[in-house]
């Protein structure tokens, strides 16, 4: 993905979301397969000096929305969390890494066809919150699209 579509959707969710610009949020890459988006420690950290667990599940929440939202396309459609599920799984000790992986095209155009049809869409996605090749978080998602 182009380098100005990745800003334009950082200063999107800056725009819109406005406690992403202060938790220095960026949308650092898409392949196609994987969003990324990261944070810096300093602004999520805890009294313990690792990330606070509220921010880590802002941040995976918010990888899901933004993968949704690239994917979807519809810049007039609107995205929220139905429900959600995370997992601490160890210390987030720097840099926030959450990726959010594409789903499958079957459940892809399934959700497309979902949303073109009826004007409202679920899809589930899962993210994970990465330090040093070892996954820390794991989120699963449910995200509803409407027109």
């Not at 990745?6 to 650092?28: C, N, R, S, Y």
């Not at 988006?37 to 009294?47: F, G, V």
């Not at 921010?55 to 939202?69: M, V």
């Not at 979902?114 to 978080?137: M, W």
């Amino acid at each position: 993905m182009n380098a100005a579509l990745l800003k334009d959707t950082e200063a999107f969710l800056h725009q819109q979301i406005p406690i992403t610009h202060a938790m220095g949020v960026q949308v650092h890459s898409y392949d196609g397969r994987h969003l990324v988006i990261t944070a810096p420690l300093e602004p999520n950290h805890n009294h313990l000096g690792t990330a606070f667990g509220g921010s880590l599940s802002a941040i995976a929440t918010l990888a899901g929305y933004t993968l949704l939202w690239l994917l979807l396309g519809d810049r007039s459609a609107h995205i929220v969390i139905r429900e959600s599920s995370i997992r601490y799984r160890r210390p987030v000790t720097g840099a926030i890494r959450a990726v959010c992986q594409r789903p499958d095209e079957a459940t892809l155009t399934t959700f497309k066809t979902q949303f073109e049809e009826t004007g409202k869409a679920r899809l589930r996605l899962q993210v994970r919150i990465e330090k040093d090749g070892q996954t820390c978080v794991e989120f699963d998602g449910e995200f509803v699209a409407l027109k």
